[in-house]
RNA sequence: CGGGGCGUAGCGUAGUGGCUAGCGCGCCUGCUUUGGGAGCAGGAGAUCGGGAGUUCGAAUCUCCCCGCCCCGACCA
């Protein structure tokens, strides 16, 4: 493009820079920080969850990544640097290769080998310490790497949200024992504040599940965000991943002088609502007050099957009132994987009759044989309308602990605002949406142990080395910055990851506009400021105005028609404040908003 | 993997059996214009996702495949 500028050096030219910004909003993006992103030209589709890093979304992404390796070098962290393309063995020897399961990219050399593209590398970091480390002297250590994951996602989503190549910081803490992990792992929280503070990402910390890695004590940094994939709740005491939370469970109740359980016929009620409707208008069961869905207590049947493929069922009694919550069941029971029960599954089971279930044919010592747990709200002496397990009748006034016992309780109930919780403490207050930018875990010693990492203690004796494992998602990051911060015209970067610090807007055709553009971006240059300068030629001031709200750098000068009093306008994209100022003291005003 | 939707030029789209596939943005040439996505004139750009079929005739109907998006189950 033709260039009003002739010979000179600016650090970025519109007219050169590798750029075409959209007028309209992809069709395909739905989220913000995607629609945005590639409107703006930071990025394009390349494939299924994989994308092109184009000069404007590159320098954010340096930047950010940048500040986690500040951040993580600060801590005493190591840098290290792995293969991404992994031989299969490592991963056999911990079982990942297959309890990753479809997830992970599997692929073969020439001669038939198998490899894989790595999704996360436990297993290299510990096999490297075990290689180069054998004394207690040598720890605790932490190492970590900036690399470029592959997950084959079923669902890849929302541009960078979620993609099947990403970019992960991934850290790994080594401690001979778990007073040295917990420290660790402390460092990287810390050191985790700071990444988000300087990326001026907003966040919450959560209690977590540690899932899929395994190990104890967890924590995720949530962005809160409406595109978020996890939900969490705030309670007075905390935060935690729904997964996560523990609902405190209900007081039990004296069983002596309740009435005596009684079947009734309450035809064509299979479903809760019909159930209660039908009680609260049958003249016999009529009381002063309604009967609501919460009075009654529902039997859900799932289907589990377990890593070794073997299937068992699970019933779970819960409040009528509540749902099942799926994400909650999963976690709950990993590694087994919840599969619907169907009407086939039904046809096993002779005593159960679908709608009207009991707890009378539930229990691993009923004719069943299923295992039944329920919700901790149904604790002893809670009297409940439940099945009979007979069609069209339902037994009122059982209780438990009198007339059913289950085998367990089971923690997996949709939760509600003023929920009571364990963890986290006190009553559910919040319930958000967030995106997963960071997690941080105490994976104890199952690597370590499948792969043999012990050194030497004092004592000349061998120890299995305990690890932590810390992850945050920088291409993940760099969309959160983008949700978090834009606003209808476009983005709005913080300036520590703004792709320039100055937008110069060329306002005018006048030559004089140009040298004098020129001239102000050398200062700023001079004084580590980089700078974009729109110096294009035939373009209307209106389009680049709007292509410089779009793209969102933090800072906008704009040269044109007040230059002849010697003014330039400075804009902050950010409080929308627009000043004059002379020319002389641009260089001061930038600083000052930096 | 289940459910839903979609695939027409770089982007956004019209076109549900009939002529040379239309429009807006963007792109190229010329002139004009220059403080909020300019005007006029001319122009380039499309295997209508792919394949097979039905038909005198298919972007349009049928089947298969591929890809994308959304919702659900997994994760940084």
Redesign the pocket.
Known sequence: ?KSILKGVSVQYRMSELFL?????N???A?VASHSLLIRAGYLRRA??GGYTWLPLGLMVLQKVTEIVREEMNKAGFQEVHFPALLPREPYEATNRWTEYGP?LFRLQDRRGADYLLAP?HEEMFTLLVKDLYSSYKDLPLSLYQIQTKY?D??????GLL??RE?I?KDSYSFDLDDEGLVVSYQKHRDAYQKVFERLVIDYVIVSAQS???GGSASE?FLAPADAG??TYVETEGGAANVEAIQIKPAQSISITDLPAAQVHDTPDTATIEALVNFCNQNESLKRSNQWTAADTLKNVLMRLVSQDGTTSVLAIGIPGDREVD??RL??AVYPEIVTPFTDEDFAKYPTLVKGYIGPDALGIKSKSKIEYLVDPRVVSGTSWITGANRTGKHVFGLVMGRDFNPDGQIDVADVRIGDECVVPAGKVIRLARGI????IFQLGRKYAQALDLKVLNENGEQVVVTMGSY???V??AVAVIAEQHHDE?GLRWPRTVTPADVHLVI???DEALAIAANQLADQLNAQRLSVLIDDRV?V????K???A??IGIPTVV?I???YAEGLV?VRDRFTGAVDDVLLSELVAKVKQLH
């Open positions: 493009m075409r910004t959209l007028r309209e992809p069709a395909d739905e494939a299924s997830a996360t997950r996602e079923a669902r890849p989503r929302a979620r993609g990403f992960m899932g899929a890695m995720e994939e996890d799926m994400r999963e976690a997963e930018v960071g997690h992850g945050i998602g291409t993940r015209r306002a005018g055709k035939g209307s001031v209106g389009v105005f709007n292509d709200e779009l704009v044109g028609k007040k306008e």
